[in-house]
């Protein structure tokens, strides 16, 4: 994959800049900066001087940079300089507390950590604890000791060259252990995938992305973001998903993509009309299932037929409806130009159409495997190479790609994982509670809700719903917290005295209905 001076990603991305490169590539539509763009040459600079001040601080080739800031352009400014100095990338969810941090910070040792300006104090006492050598601050108003320090920097900088296998990101993900694994990612990987998707999605002169995901995923990050700079173009930078700002919007953009619960509360907004998308080239969905219904009312409401993809940490983009022809409602399309596809038995065996099973999946996108994980690495891997996602499907014979479940025990909740193991191990460790079992319950926003059932210590009244909840709130991620907890005198369990979650899921689904 070598498009550019070398398989950098950043090389590739330079080779197709605009011809004017005083051309916008980023506006800031929200926010205390709402109004503030930079354009291309803004890119290069800011980049260049945030590369510097990285080297300064230590940073190296193939060091990794953790990164848990606010959303904002000098955050895609720090993930490309970060890919010029040819070290790794790692982002962290905002909403990750203290301790989840800890365990990125340990596992992942990266050389430098850019955390919140209001979290410095608290970020260097947990970076040094964990043997992090340098932290750095990075704000939403362009402000904090990494842009002061980069400021005087030069403008210029030699991007690293590097080889097309070489690490350009760690993205965490976890896993039904309970505790993450960090996905390695190549500079190989993300130019295949964004190239492929440049081309299948028709980015075209003149496409505007709206962009209000976060930019700690894939979907955000690379999928939005890398398509967008390969395309020479532009984007209107949304903080977060805002339904008013977004209809206000997308009078002004050709291209957005989302998860399922944008799509709803759009549909929930009584001013998104026909009129609105009339400027709209392509909705793209993804992360998470999206109901043929919502694509149907979708439809009828805007005359947009959403394109729903598929994929994951571990091999950004894999399917995709396609931009011609029919972008079938409950379905994820055909694979990537590339990508190899099969649905497989329990022992790799290929299945044939509209069988149920393993969905597998091998290609350039294929990630190099989990950080210092090898033996979880080749128990996901079959033997000839193909990828086992956790993910159970079918294909047609039209050859489209049906999700039907997941053989992993994942909630996916407003298009964020959550494992249930890693809920229930830290309410397990909270005074008072017995077990927990966590499940995920049909939620109308979120497509999927976190919920737990807890036996608790006789006697104590203490230990309430609420009590629980705030606990949970200090040590986990807000996504992660239970919306609902209930307590049961024993939780069912069978003849292994494994805990049947099969009979808990019924009593509770129509929760959030
Ligand atoms: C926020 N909350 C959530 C939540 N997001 N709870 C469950 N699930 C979520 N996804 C919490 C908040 O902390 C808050 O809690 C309460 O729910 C209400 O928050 P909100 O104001 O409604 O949240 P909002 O900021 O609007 O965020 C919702 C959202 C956001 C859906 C817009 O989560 C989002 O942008 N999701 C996209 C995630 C994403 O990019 N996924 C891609 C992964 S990559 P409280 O109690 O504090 O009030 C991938 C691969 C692939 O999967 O294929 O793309
Ligand atoms: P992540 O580990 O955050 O990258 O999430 C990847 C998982 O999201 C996949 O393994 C799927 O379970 C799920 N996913 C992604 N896109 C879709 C989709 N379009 N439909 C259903 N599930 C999806």
């Known amino acids: 994959m070598q498009n550019g001076k070398s398989g ?3 090389h590739l991305i330079e080779s197709r800049f605009p011809a004017d490169m005083q051309a916008r590539f980023i506006t800031l539509m929200d926010g205390p900066r709402q109004g503030i763009w930079y354009n291309y040459a803004d890119l290069v600079s800011i980049s260049a001087r945030f590369a510097h001040a990285m080297a300064a601080l230590g940073v190296k080739r193939g060091d990794r940079v953790a990164v848990q800031v606010e959303k904002s352009a ?7 300089a970060t890919l010029r100095l040819g070290a790794v990338y790692l982002p962290l969810n905002s909403a990750y507390q203290k301790g989840e941090i800890a365990y990125f910070l340990e596992d992942s040792g990266p050389a430098l950590f850019v955390c919140r300006p209001e979290d410095e104090a608290e970020m260097v006492a947990l970076a040094a604890r964990c043997g992090v050598p340098a932290v750095a601050t990075l704000g939403i108003a362009a402000d904090g000791s990494l842009p002061d320090m980069a400021i005087d920097l030069s403008p210029e900088f030699d991007t690293v060259p590097m080889d097309a296998d070489d690490l350009a990101a760690i993205l965490y993900t976890s896993g039904t252990t309970g505790r993450s694994k960090g996905a390695m990612t190549s500079h190989g990987n993300l130019a295949s995938n964004a190239l492929a998707l440049h081309r299948l999605w028709g980015f075209r002169a003149g496409d505007v992305l709206l962009h209000a995901l976060p930019i700690f995923h894939v979907h955000g990050l690379f999928v939005a973001t890398n398509t967008t700079l390969l395309n020479g173009g532009s984007m209107l930078f949304l903080s977060r998903f805002d339904p008013d700002r977004v209809v206000a919007l997308l009078g002004q953009a050709t291209v957005m993509m989302g998860v399922p619960t944008f799509y709803t509360r759009l549909l929930g907004h009584p001013g998104f009309t026909r009129d609105k998308v009339a400027h709209m080239r392509l909705f793209i969905s993804g992360s998470a299932p999206l109901l043929a219904d919502t694509h149907r ?11 729903e993809r598929y994929g994951m940490t571990e091999g950004g983009m894999i399917t995709s409806n396609p931009l011609e022809g029919d972008r079938v409602p409950g379905t994820v399309g055909f694979p990537l130009p590339g990508v190899e596809l099969r649905i497989a038995g329990e022992k790799g065996e290929v299945l044939g159409t509209d069988h149920v099973g393993s969905i597998e999946f091998k290609g350039p996108n294929l990630f190099k495997g989990y950080w210092r994980k090898p033996e979880k690495t080749a128990e996901d891997m079959r033997p000839d190479g193909f990828f086992i996602t956790g993910d159970v499907g079918r294909i047609d014979a039209r050859g489209y790609l049906h999700i039907v479940g997941r053989a992993k025990d994942l909630i996916i909740s407003g298009g964020l994982n959550v494992y249930p193991k890693e809920v229930e191990m830290v309410l397990d460790g909270l005074d008072g509670v017995v077990e927990s079992a966590v499940i995920g319950l049909p939620h109308p926003d979120f497509g999927e809700a976190v919920a737990a059932i807890i036996q608790k210590r006789p006697g ?4 309430t719903e609420a009590a629980l909840i705030a606990q949970v709130r200090d040590l986990l991620a807000s996504f992660k917290v239970p919306k609902r907890i209930w307590f049961v005198d024993e939780l069912p369990r069978n003849q292994m005295g494994k805990v049947q979650k099969a009979l ?6 129509d929760t959030f209905r």
């Open 8 to 10: 950098n990603l950043y």
């Open 74 to 80: 000098e955050n895609l400014f720090l993930y490309l």
């Open 297 to 307: 009312e979708f439809s009828e409401r805007t005359g947009h037929a959403i394109l």
């Open 460 to 463: 104590r009244d203490d230990v």
């Open 504 to 509: 808990l899921r019924p009593q509770h689904q």
